[in-house]
RNA sequence: GCUCCCAUCGUCCAGCGGCCUAGGACUCCGCCCUUUCAAGGCGGCAACGCGGGUUCGAAUCCCGUUGGGAGCACCA
């Protein structure tokens, strides 16, 4: 989820300020696993509607590169970083470096010690006579390196702090932290928006953007925003390279896009402190990266799903039944042809679905009752046993009796008879009065309005339900 | 351990020195409306982590502290 969401910044961002919009996902393997995290993320970003400019070949951005012309690239940029000492050689290995750090009484989790910058040409070529091959570090400037991150303002690393990285492996293959510099000066990338979890990562690329600079194969650099993460439940980081297992679960659940964006867009950031629904262009309109939020924020089901609710009443009846007819065959309740009959009840009910759910799947047990066959139809025991007892007999019969005799099967009609019957001559409360007669018809204890429902149902089908009803009511009595 | 980030109701966001006895939204709880459930209306519970400064005045600035998070590979 949080993937999405900085692809949603990034996509907010470059539509707000009329740029074009590169989605990356960065691995020099082009692993299985990255292929398929660069995939559910398009996917999800096409099912969501944000649209793209242009992108890398599918698989990462850099597998394929090192095979082809761009490999030769990034060896010949390296080379030129190494003779104008902006790189050099390391031949240390983990180990040594680990030992030397215990030996001088330090942490060895502190890392690379620079030792290798040090070293003489004498000792280089010694270190090769032992069939050592070296990687190529990064010299880290002596001074702090400062930004001005787009969310966070003003972020500094001291001196020192950053150990010098390697940036070519010791078979000549390139590594993300050359890699992803050069790919965004070579794309001209301008602004770069992705997580947090990069922020450490920064200063060292900063660092090669300079030495890029130096050696003309860029001038200047991108600005860098670092998103906060999306948590879950508790407070840790939720998804981190399966987008797809949560976006496709809550659109498997009935979200909405326009649903699911607003409340995306509005974990970290608000477009006004008084408002919090709004439209995907509303949203274009007022994107501002600055005043993105720098916290954590937690997925909260229950606000997105508000959120999706008053989107969803916000659409217009067709457009919301059309919606809502995938999750009705996906829950067996229409057939994936459905009839145009069948379609036509759909359309009668939808407004009063409409506003009764937070998410598309909740729509199947609402409707279930108008599209069952009569002979399968059965209100569900949990409702039955309490609203079909024997104290309902003499309600289901003075039901049956004053509909059967009413002229007109409408809501209206329907509503005042069984008022008049069940109310006023009976003198049920209505509350009382009108729970066995819904669970009779709708087979539920909640449901669309019930008049209204009956006529939709029809008055053979709602007498029969009235009918069998009444006989499960006297055999409870018996 | 080191480095860096973050810190306002349970959650998300607003607040960028006085408008704050801190506002909105979600959740929760009442009430109204009502044939159920919703929707809608009204109301309620609920927060500036702590300690120092700076200032006439601090949720807002600074420092410290505590707490949370991330990163620390010849991964990305």
Request: aromatic share 10%; proline share 5%.
């Given at each position: 989820m949080g993937l999405i969401r900085t692809a949603l910044f990034n996509w907010a961002f470059a539509r707000h300020n009329g740029g074009s919009l590169v989605f990356r996902i960065e691995d020099t393997d082009a692993s299985r696993d990255s292929e398929q995290a660069y995939q559910a993320l398009l996917d999800g970003l096409r099912w969501l509607g944000l649209d793209w400019d242009e992108g890398p070949e599918v698989g990462g951005a850099y597998g394929p590169y090192r095979q082809s012309e761009r490999g030769h690239l990034y060896a010949d940029i390296a080379k030129r970083l190494l003779e104008a000492g902006e790189l050099y050689e390391a031949y240390s290995t983990p180990e040594e470096v680990a030992e030397r750090r215990r030996a001088a009484?330090?942490?060895?989790?502190?890392?690379?010690?620079?030792?290798?910058?040090?070293?003489t040409e004498q000792q280089r070529a010694e270190l090769r006579e032992q069939g050592r091959t070296p990687v190529l570090r990064l010299r880290m400037p002596d001074e702090d390196v400062t930004w001005h991150d787009l969310v966070r303002g003003e972020i500094t690393f001291q001196a020192g702090t950053v150990p010098d990285p390697v940036l070519v492996r010791g078979n000549g293959d390139p590594l993300y932290t050359l890699t992803n510099p050069v790919d965004d000066a070579l794309m001209d990338i301008t602004h770069v928006l992705r997580g947090e979890d990069l922020l450490p990562s920064t200063p060292r690329q900063i660092a090669l953007y300079r030495a890029l600079t130096r050696i003309g194969v860029t001038t200047g650099r991108p600005e860098f925003g670092h998103l906060p993460y999306v948590t879950g439940e508790g407070n840790k980081k939720l998804s981190k390279r399966d987008p797809q297992s949560n976006l496709f679960h809550h659109r498997d659940r009935g979200f909405i896009p326009e649903g699911l964006l607003n409340y995306l867009a509005l974990l970290g950031w608000s477009i006004a402190d008084d408002r919090d629904v709004f439209t995907v262009d509303e949203l274009v309109q007022a994107f501002d990266i600055r005043k993105v939020s720098a916290n954590p924020a937690r997925f909260d089901v229950k606000k997105a799903e508000a959120i999706n609710a008053t989107h969803l009443r916000a659409l217009d009846v067709a457009d919301f039944t059309e919606r809502m007819l995938p999750y009705l065959i996906a829950a067996g309740v229409l057939d994936p042809y459905p009839s145009d009959s069948d379609l036509e009840t759909l359309r009668a009910i939808a407004p009063m679905v409409q506003e009764r759910v937070t998410v598309l799947s909740e729509a199947g047990p609402l409707v279930r009752f108008l599209f069952v066959d009569e002979a399968g139809f059965e209100p569900e025991e949990s409702a039955s046993s309490k609203?079909?007892?024997?104290?309902a007999l003499p309600l289901l019969d003075a039901a049956i009796a004053a509909l059967e005799a009413m002229s007109a099967w409408r809501t209206e009609e329907i509503e005042n008879t069984l008022k008049d019957a069940l109310v006023e001559r009976l003198g049920w409360r209505p509350r009382k009065a009108f729970t066995p007669i819904r669970v009779a018809v709708t087979g539920r204890t909640v449901s669309p309005p019930l008049f209204e429902s009956m006529e939709i149902l029809g008055r053979e089908r709602s007498l029969a339900r009235l009918r069998k009803a009444r006989e499960r009511a006297a055999n409870a009595a018996a």
């Open positions: 009484g330090q942490d060895p989790q502190l890392g690379y010690d620079n030792h290798d910058r040090y070293l609203a079909l007892t024997s104290d």
